[in-house]
Every structure is written in structure tokens, then in C-alpha cells.
């Protein structure tokens, strides 16, 4: 039995065009994989620590060697279970809205506290390398205007290539990626076209990933 990590970065639920794709996937992996156990998370919320000045202390006493104090050692046990729950997975599927051509705070939030030497990635002599390997993810990207390949507007997409950037640096190599665009500037026959279209491919995807 493997266990499929559903990351929400959405807090528009049903009306998120990147969580309902990302919903279609799971309904159609779950008929696939039915011993497969689903472990959903909406960043919008869950309790994400705060990487403040009492976790930022923890992390350089870690990577200095040296003992943490108390208030910190509290702190860094919530970055620990948090780092814990997500390399629990076996696989993963983000469902990622663009927002001011990134992705939304939540997640970076949630990214800053799970990316951590030692943990998810290291550093030797060789560079850095990822410690998160041997696992898939899917992520679903929505956008409101269209930055993909082609479109003119590809130098303002941070989000999909910050995804893929961040992903593969803690160690991810098989990374899928579905878009939904235009969802604004189209108007709600294009969204609703652009949706479809995301919903039967993320349908396909599911049931060899």
C-alpha cells in the first residue's frame, strides 16, 4: 500500500480550478489504486509552523553543532513533524494556483519549512543533492492569464518553474505537470474549456502514476 500526499494551495475550494483538476486525478487514481491510502492537506488550513527567529536559531544550532536551548528545541519539533509528514508519502499531487506570478504565500510558507539540510536535502563537496528520491509528483497549475510555452508571456511564470526548481532540488525527479489557462482573461467558456481539458488528462495520468 503506498500513501499519496494531496497538497491544497488553495483556499478557494470548490471554486479553485487547481483543486477541482487535482480532485478529478484522486477520484480516478483512488478507482486505480484502492489500497492506496489518501492523506489530504489544504495549506489554507493547516497549522504550518512559523519559520521565525526561534526556528531560524534551531536550524544554525543544528547545522553548527551545537545544543539548542529549550524555546527553540520546542519550535524546531513542530519543523520536524511537519518535514515528517510530507517525506512520509510515497507520492504527491499539489494542486498550485498562480498568484502575482508565483505561487500563493501558504505554500511558499510550507516549502520554507520543509526544505532543510539534513532533512530533505544535503550539502557535501559534490554539491547539493536531494534526499526526497524514488517518488512521483503532479502538480496541477492554474492560471488566470497564459504564460505557457508560446503565449508571449512565458517570463512571468515563477510559479511552474520555481515548482519544478524547488521539487527537483530536494530530490524529485519524475515531476508531471497539468495546466489550467486562461481562467480570467478568456472569460468562463475558455475556463470551463481550459478545465475539461486538464480534468480528462489529469483522468489519464492517473491510473499509472
Known amino acids: 500500500m503506498s500513501q499519496l500526499l494531496y497538497i491544497q494551495a488553495s483556499p478557494r475550494s470548490e471554486r479553485s480550478h487547481s483543486i477541482a483538476v487535482a480532485n478529478a486525478f484522486v477520484e480516478a487514481y483512488t478507482k486505480a489504486h484502492p489500497q492506496d491510502r489518501i492523506v489530504t492537506m489544504n495549506l489554507f488550513q493547516e497549522p504550518i ?45 499539489l494542486a498550485v494556483p498562480m498568484w502575482n506570478f508565483g505561487v ?15 532533512y530533505t536535502f544535503t550539502v ?35 510559479q511552474s518553474k520555481y515548482m519544478d526548481l524547488i521539487l527537483r532540488f530536494i530530490g524529485f525527479e ?3 505537470g497539468i495546466t489550467v489557462e486562461p481562467t480570467l482573461v478568456g472569460g468562463p467558456d ?8 486538464a480534468i480528462q488528462q489529469a483522468r489519464q495520468l492517473a491510473a499509472g502514476f
Open 49 to 93: 509552523p512559523t519559520f521565525d527567529g526561534l526556528a531560524v536559531q534551531a536550524k544554525y544550532d543544528i547545522m553548527h553543532g551545537r545544543a539548542k536551548d529549550p524555546a527553540s528545541a520546542k519550535v524546531w519539533s513542530q519543523v520536524e513533524k511537519t518535514i515528517q509528514q510530507f517525506t512520509a508519502a510515497d507520492k504527491y499531487v
Open 190 to 197: 475558455a475556463a470551463k474549456a481550459a478545465q475539461d481539458l
Open 104 to 118: 500563493p504565500y501558504r505554500l511558499k510558507q510550507y516549502l520554507d519549512v520543509i526544505v532543510q539540510p539534513g
Open 174 to 176: 519524475k515531476i508531471q
Open 124 to 158: 557535501s563537496a559534490a554539491g547539493y543533492q536531494g534526499l526526497v528520491k524514488g517518488k512521483p509528483a503532479l502538480v496541477v497549475y492554474a492560471r488566470g492569464g497564459q504564460y505557457s510555452q508560446g503565449s508571449g508571456g512565458e517570463a512571468y511564470d515563477l
